[in-house]
């Protein structure tokens, strides 16, 4: 039974109850990662939230999805067939869908949720984080963005960010589009406090100088 949602508010006024996770899920890395990625899945399971992900039973997927599932959250995997065995796709799901290929599980992934929390991962994480940013900087997709910065994992990813607001291929509000969590603690507060987007973004989404 999914849990009832927790009193959040979506930044554009509705209200915030399903987060998608983007995650690695390599078998080969640290504790300390793993047990980020864990907390996450209670935290979010504490504050009623359900979770869609993609998929994997392995790495931050899996330990995130593990924990989210044995505190009550409800847990919808999306994975394309070619990577049900890649990935070793979890077997105990609330639900699972099996899609396609790739592009229609970032979308699936995105699409469903009200907020993006990313996890540490490899060039597929990015590649869902970087599409997250995109389509709310178009105005396509407004949700709140959070990284959570495990062991500082993101802060070359930060620096190069904002190397490109100071040379104007960002604007200086397109900043605001994510925040940023060293904590899986802190994650609530940051999606309640997201800064306010909407549609409108589309009118600045080029940088005028």
């Known amino acids: 039974m999914e849990n009832q949602p927790w009193n959040s508010i979506h930044p554009d006024g509705g209200e915030i109850r399903r987060v998608a996770v983007y995650a690695a899920s390599s078998r080969a890395l640290s504790n300390d990662y793993l047990d980020a990625a864990g907390r996450l899945g209670r935290v979010l399971a504490g504050g009623g939230y359900s979770v869609i992900y993609g998929g994997g039973g392995t790495g931050l997927m899996g330990a995130m999805a593990d924990a989210a599932l044995a505190h009550g959250a409800h847990v919808h995997g999306v994975v394309p067939q070619?990577?049900?065995?890649?990935?070793?796709?979890?077997?105990?799901?609330?639900?699972?869908?099996?899609?396609?290929?790739?592009?229609?599980?970032?979308?699936?992934?995105?699409?469903?949720?009200?907020?993006?929390?990313?996890?540490?991962?490899?060039?597929?994480t990015y590649e869902e984080l970087?599409?997250?940013?995109?389509?709310?900087?178009?105005?396509?997709?407004?949700?709140?963005?959070?990284?959570?910065?495990?062991?500082?994992?993101?802060?070359?990813?930060?620096?190069?960010?904002?190397?490109?607001?100071?040379?104007?291929?960002?604007?200086?509000?397109?900043?605001?589009?994510?925040?940023?969590?060293?904590?899986?603690?802190?994650?609530?507060?940051?999606?309640?406090?997201?800064?306010?987007?909407?549609?409108?973004?589309?009118?600045?989404?080029?940088?005028?100088?």
């Open 82 to 124: 070619f990577l049900m065995d890649l990935e070793v796709s979890h077997r105990e799901l609330s639900q699972m869908q099996v899609v396609e290929n790739m592009r229609e599980r970032k979308h699936l992934m995105l699409q469903g949720a009200d907020a993006v929390v990313a996890l540490p991962g490899g060039c597929g």
């Open 130 to 209: 970087f599409e997250a940013m995109t389509l709310k900087r178009l105005g396509q997709w407004n949700g709140p963005i959070v990284l959570v910065n495990t062991l500082g994992f993101y802060d070359r990813l930060l620096e190069f960010l904002e190397h490109s607001v100071s040379q104007h291929f960002m604007g200086n509000e397109h900043a605001d589009m994510w925040s940023v969590v060293n904590e899986p603690e802190d994650v609530i507060d940051a999606l309640v406090n997201a800064h306010p987007w909407s549609s409108d973004a589309l009118q600045f989404a080029n940088v005028q100088g």
